[in-house]
């Protein structure tokens, strides 16, 4: 079988060129990309543990209208 000598045709599309350029992006980089993944998943698994183990927003503000008490001997 012959072999095929034609030149092949370079035509690339915009976007391949646009995902090689990102790929470059990332690449270059990656460690800081990688710093920034880990704090968000910190981030989400206090919120996890947060919300597992039931601490609530309106405990940590401590404002009188977010605090739950009872003012039944106050109008008595």
């Known amino acids: 079988m012959p072999a095929d000598l034609?030149?092949?045709d370079t035509d690339v599309s915009l976007l391949t060129i646009f995902?090689?350029?990102i790929e470059a992006w990332v690449n270059a980089h990656a460690f800081m990309l990688f710093i920034l993944s880990l704090s968000v998943l910190v981030v989400l698994i206090i919120?996890?543990?947060m919300a597992l183990t039931g601490?609530?927003?309106y405990q940590l503000t401590g404002t009188e209208a977010n605090l739950q008490y009872n003012h039944l001997?106050?109008?008595i």
């Open 19 to 21: 995902e090689m350029k």
């Open 55 to 57: 601490i609530h927003a």
């Open 6 to 8: 034609h030149k092949k």
């Open 73 to 75: 001997e106050q109008i």
């Open 47 to 49: 919120a996890l543990v």
